[in-house]
Structure formats: structure tokens, C-alpha cells
């Protein structure tokens, strides 16, 4: 059973800061990991996915990966109000977290 | 490109009543196709995921099932709804095979919110 954690609550952050969220999993063998946008209502979007150990950056988002302490974690740089949404981790095979709802505040 | 359609985007529907939830893929061939639902304040949960025409696996007993009579053509049904069944319901494709799915992800449909009343 794969299980994909995700227990921070909401997060609010002040715009212009940086916000980061984490999500842990428990299959050791997971090789692909992936970082879901939710606005409100709507359907949930890739923004990220990584693969290998260390730092992924694409644009104002950033990834890390460590296999060996199983975490992923998301940094927002310079956070937008549009910002605002759950964000969904999702380990390969069909596991998503249960999501953290990111607040920034204007 | 490719694209993934949905529908309806809105559906209440009494208890008892028979559902059907139709989701089409377009620019890809023998993609893996998913359902998922997202209760009110949860997370995504897999319903079912098929690799071809035909091919349907059920991740949690209920009752609901799914069909996939073309290749780019996905559906869920239900007999008789429930009222637990209310819940957002997301249509996913990736890539074929393993490597696919590993590398790019899902791509969503818009989603079908679906209350039972």
C-alpha cells in the first residue's frame, strides 16, 4: 500500500515570502514524484515532477527530492496571491497526498 | 496536442437513480485512462485505471463500475446511486505503459461535481 503524506495544515504566507510544503511517502521503491495545483473548484494541474535526488527548478517553483529520507517538498519563491490553491503530492502509481491549502496573503 | 473532455460538469441526481459519466482522450493512442473522486475535504481517490479497450481495474469495491468499449472512450456508471457517491470526479489519461505514467504524470479532465440528493 502506497501512502503519500501530506499534514501540514493551511499555510498562509505574506506576499512576496516563500512558502514550502512537504510530503512524505512510504514506498522506498517510488522513482517519479509529482506536484499538483488545485484552485478551488477546479481540476488539479501538473506544476512539477522529479525523479532524482536533489533540487528541480521551473521558474518560481522548486522540488526537492531525498529518496533516502523519502520526502518531497515544494518551494513557492516570491508568492503571488494567484498562488492561492492545494497543493496535491503524488508519488508514481496512483497515490496523491491529501493536499495543503496555501494562502498568500496580498 | 492532446486533450481530455469531460462531462457533465454538474449533475444532481436522486437517490437510487443511474449515473453514467462519459470521458474522451483526443491526440494520443492506447493512453492509461483513470477515475478518480475527491470527496468534499479529502484527498484523490482511484476508482479505476485501465491500460486498453476493455481492460478495467477496480481499486475500491462499491458501486460503481467502469468501461472502456473504445480506446480513447472511458465511462463510470452506477446503477443505483448513493448518497455517499456525491463528490467531484476527475477523469485522468497518461501515457502508456509504466514509463509514461513515471515520467509526465496525469493530465485532469475538468471534472464532473456530482451531488446525490
Known amino acids: 500500500q502506497k501512502e503519500v503524506e501530506q499534514n501540514s495544515g493551511p499555510l498562509s504566507v505574506p506576499e512576496g515570502a516563500i512558502a514550502s510544503l512537504n510530503c512524505t511517502y512510504s514506498d522506498r521503491g517510488s522513482q517519479s514524484f509529482f506536484w499538483y495545483r488545485q484552485y478551488s473548484g477546479k481540476s488539479p494541474e501538473l506544476i512539477m515532477f522529479?525523479?532524482?535526488?536533489g533540487d528541480k527548478e521551473d521558474g518560481r517553483f522548486t522540488a526537492q527530492l531525498n529518496k533516502a529520507s523519502q520526502y518531497v517538498s515544494l518551494l513557492i519563491r516570491d508568492s503571488q496571491p494567484s498562488d492561492s490553491a492545494t497543493y496535491l503530492c503524488a508519488v508514481e502509481r496512483l497515490a496523491f497526498g491529501k493536499g495543503n491549502q496555501v494562502v498568500v496573503i496580498p | 496536442s492532446q486533450t481530455i473532455h469531460q462531462w457533465p460538469a454538474t449533475l444532481v441526481q436522486p437517490v437510487g437513480s443511474p449515473l453514467s459519466l462519459e470521458c474522451t482522450v483526443e491526440g494520443t493512442s492506447n493512453p492509461n485512462l483513470y477515475w478518480y473522486r475527491q470527496a468534499a475535504g479529502r484527498g484523490l481517490q482511484l476508482l479505476f485505471y485501465?491500460?486498453?479497450?476493455?481492460?478495467i481495474s477496480s481499486e475500491v469495491p462499491q458501486n460503481l463500475s467502469a468501461s472502456r468499449p473504445q480506446d480513447r472512450q472511458f465511462i463510470l456508471s452506477s446503477k443505483k446511486l448513493l448518497l455517499s457517491d456525491s463528490g467531484f470526479y476527475l477523469c485522468?489519461?497518461?501515457?502508456?505503459?509504466?514509463?509514461?505514467?513515471?515520467?509526465?504524470?496525469?493530465?485532469f479532465g475538468s471534472g464532473t461535481r456530482l451531488t446525490v440528493v
Open positions: 485501465s491500460v486498453g479497450i476493455g481492460q
Open positions: 522529479i525523479y532524482s535526488n
Open positions: 485522468a489519461w497518461s501515457e502508456p505503459g509504466t514509463g509514461g505514467l513515471r515520467r509526465y504524470g496525469y493530465t
